[in-house]
């Protein structure tokens, strides 16, 4: 598991272009036959991508956490944006088609990963945050997550977001995950943009294919900088930065918060005419 220390404001911004990726950037999440893991100190987030390929792919905790087992002490959400797998949770099965999502509570000790078809496999995106309760292990399809449409075809960000794991839907601790399609013609994310003080948020990007970018924006309002993002790749987004992006075409991501509180609408927004 690899651990990342994150820059303050002050130093972002002196960074270089590879800097900023080294610092903010998750790549090669999706390893066939191996999960991947980066621990954050921003809110002690664990990013991580789980691609089972000829046999089960066990979740350990790992000398970094300290813990006897994984989810000891966190919480788990995970979104398959691949082929057909299962998760195994406590020797029960959740089968996970692409868009499914698992919440996986804190206390759950022996956590699989496996493929239905080693030409397909699956992609298991997750990311756990530090948990004080129990809740449930709880499946949900696409169809049983909370749909928003935001945005116009005019404006270039017309998008669907699907909530999964919040307050009104799946329980957790302070996990907050889904997943945004945008529509054809349809490149921006976020925007006008925003930050939220009170939260950090990871935004991975899939459904870009092997050619395709999305230019993530980040950083204070006045002093902002991007990172070419591709597909599969996940950025980490500070609770005193923007988070917005525009790709070479439609894509999807799947964002993820933790923090203070739970409350989506808890954002503070950001004029585009004072971005700079």
Known sequence: MEVRYAPDPARFEFMNTSELRESFLVE???VPGEIVMVYSDIDRAIVGGATPKGGVLKLEAGEELKAEF?????????????????????????????????????GSRDIEFSTADDNRPARFYFISYPAHADYPTTHSKIADAEPVKLGSLKESNARTIYKYIHPAGIKSCQLVMGCTLLEEGSVWNTMAPHTHERRSEVYMYFNLGEKGAVFHFMGPQKETRHIVVRDGEAVLSPSWSIHAGAGTTNYAFVWAMGGENQDFSDMDGVDVGEIE
């Open 28 to 30: 090669e999440l999706f």
């Open 70 to 106: 994984f989810a000891q002490r966190r919480e788990i959400g995970v979104i398959n944006i691949g082929g057909e797998g299962v998760v195994k949770v406590d020797g029960t099965e959740y089968p996970m088609v692409k868009l499914d999502a698992l919440y996986i509570g804190r």
